[in-house]
């Protein structure tokens, strides 16, 4: 390991940070993606690089896992060649941040995005599945990709069956929130003439 796994780049007017003080270490995702491929982390692990801090991702559950496995079913069922479903993989959101969102709907592309990870301009929705990471999927990663400027984010809440919508991305993050439970009806703004039944969902 080398000290460019470990200690972030610093701009010119940042000030070095006392190691005798307790601090955040921020990095790019260069550095980020530079660990994966030194062998920081384990094969097993699961880590996302939100705001420059590294962040281990909550296990997947197998009430987690179910919901992710029948949300993208039914958004491929209904959206078929017109997008590309991406499953719990990167998203580059910019210099400091890599999520791994646990559905993303993408606009298509022939190569797959093979020549590089998809940015805010490819992505139409982004859904976060939440069994015990509610409130992190709700005050982090939705104000993330509000200021990143992506168009859409449903949160699933698995335990109580309820999807917070978020749309109106701003710099501060999503303008516009709203719930959806029990007979309520759902589009995405890229495909409005396309709908989902709640029930469709749980």
Same mark, same amino acid.
Request: proline share 3%; hydrophobic share 40%.
């Given at each position: 390991? $080398?000290?460019? #796994? #470990?200690?972030?780049?610093?701009?010119?007017?940042?000030?070095?940070p006392n190691p005798d003080q307790p601090h955040v270490m921020r990095f790019t995702i260069a550095?980020?993606?530079?660990?994966?491929?030194?062998?920081?982390f384990a094969d097993s692990d699961r880590y996302e690089l939100i705001n420059g801090e590294i962040i281990a991702m909550s296990p997947i559950g197998l009430k987690h896992a179910v919901s992710v496995g029948r949300f993208s079913k039914k958004l491929e069922s209904k959206l078929r060649e017109q997008v590309i479903i991406w499953v719990q993989n990167p998203i580059d959101l910019g210099n400091k941040s890599q999520p791994q969102p646990d559905i993303v709907v993408l606009k298509y592309r022939d190569d797959f995005y093979e020549e590089g990870l998809p940015t805010p301009a490819?992505?139409? #929705?982004?859904?976060?599945?939440?069994?015990?990471? #509610?409130?992190?999927?709700?005050?982090?990663?939705?104000?993330?990709?509000?200021?990143?400027?992506i168009p859409q984010m449903w949160?699933?809440?698995?335990?109580?069956?309820?999807? $917070?919508?978020?749309?109106?991305?701003?710099?501060?993050?999503?303008?516009?929130?709203?719930?959806?439970?029990?007979?309520?009806?759902?589009?995405?703004?890229a495909f409005d003439d396309v709908v989902f039944e709640w029930q469709e969902l749980f």
């Open positions: 390991m $080398t000290a460019q #796994l #470990l200690v972030p780049s610093l701009s010119p007017n940042q000030e070095v550095q980020f993606q530079l660990m994966y491929e030194r062998g920081v490819d992505i139409l #929705l982004i859904i976060e599945v939440a069994d015990s990471s #509610l409130e992190y999927d709700r005050d982090v990663k939705a104000k993330l990709y509000g200021v990143a400027g949160l699933f809440d698995v335990n109580t069956k309820t999807i $917070t919508g978020f749309s109106q991305p701003s710099e501060l993050g999503y303008k516009q929130t709203c719930l959806y439970t029990q007979g309520d009806r759902l589009s995405i703004l």
